[in-house]
């Protein structure tokens, strides 16, 4: 049974920082992707970032330059470090888990946002300004 369980979220002021944590559990899939998503209120769940088992990372434009996703696997945690944090950001975030796809030589291929198997039940981020 996959499990995923997020933590960390909170309230803060613009401009600062949080570093949110998935950790998941009996998740076996190789290759994989791991990302984090987020729904804000009245909106639709976006993208945030995602890293595939080879380690490509990718961020919404949103993001560039102010989070960063990283894991560690001895922990199975997945990580969210929001640097600069702007009242925007305010959302529920969640992590989410899915199989990759081997295309021949090129990059692994992620699920779609909504197409990822596994889910977290969510972090709130508040950010005010």
């Known amino acids: 049974q996959v499990q995923l369980v997020e933590s960390g979220g909170g309230s803060v002021q613009s401009g600062r920082s949080l570093t949110l944590s998935c950790v998941l559990s009996g998740f076996t899939a190789d290759p994989y992707c791991v990302g984090w998503f987020r729904q804000a209120p009245g909106k639709e769940r976006e993208g945030v970032t995602r890293i595939d088992s080879d380690g490509m990372a990718k961020y919404a434009d949103s993001v560039k330059g102010r989070f960063t996703i990283s894991q560690d696997h001895a922990k199975n945690t997945l990580y969210l470090e929001m640097k600069r944090l702007k009242p925007e950001d305010t959302a529920i975030y969640y992590c989410?888990?899915?199989?990759?796809?081997?295309?021949?030589?090129?990059?692994?291929?992620?699920?779609?946002?909504?197409?990822?198997?596994?889910w977290g039940h969510g972090t709130q981020v508040t950010v005010s300004s």
């Open positions: 989410a888990a899915d199989g990759a796809t081997s295309v021949g030589v090129g990059p692994l291929k992620c699920p779609r946002a909504k197409e990822y198997k596994y």
